[in-house]
């Protein structure tokens, strides 16, 4: 087996599916005997399907939701508390990094606490460079900065051709989008 060389993994776009492929590459992982951590930028206190599952995979396979809820909602939590979250979720991905303890570490929705200026791309761009060799990274989230898509090993843009709701009317449905 070859050595391993730490990557870095971008799943951006304006389609579903960003956090889902960062999760089965977090389920692969965990497969192979590696430990993942997924630490929620903007997510808190959601209970999605995801995390039933993951809650049955034991200690290598841990989610951190460290967010507020969707910032552009009017869910009675201020853009200072977002922000607040934003930045001590950052801080904990820079420990865990530190820490050396993970194989693979998903920063779910992190390009929108940049995009929502929650935390700085500068921030991120020296998270990145913190990164260790071994180190798996993926960062998940709409428009991702071409700055981090150049430090990026892999970007795939999930990109929407049809929606259900826009065509239809048809709201979230269990199982398929929580």
Known sequence: M????G???VFTGNGKG???AALGM?????????KVLV???IKGGWK???LKTIAQLGPRFEVRQLGEGFTQVDNGVSMEEHRSAA???LAEADKELAAGNCDLIILDEILYAIKFKLITLEEVLALLDKKPSRLHLVLTGRDAPPEIIDRADLVTEMKEVKHHYRQQGIKAQRGVEF
């Open 26 to 34: 977090g389920m692969r992982a965990w497969g192979q005997g590696m």
């Open 18 to 20: 960003k956090t889902t």
């Open 7 to 9: 990557l870095i993994l």
């Open 2 to 5: 070859s050595e391993t060389k």
């Open 39 to 41: 630490l929620q930028f």
């Open 48 to 50: 999605y399907g995801e």
């Open 87 to 89: 930045r001590a979720a």
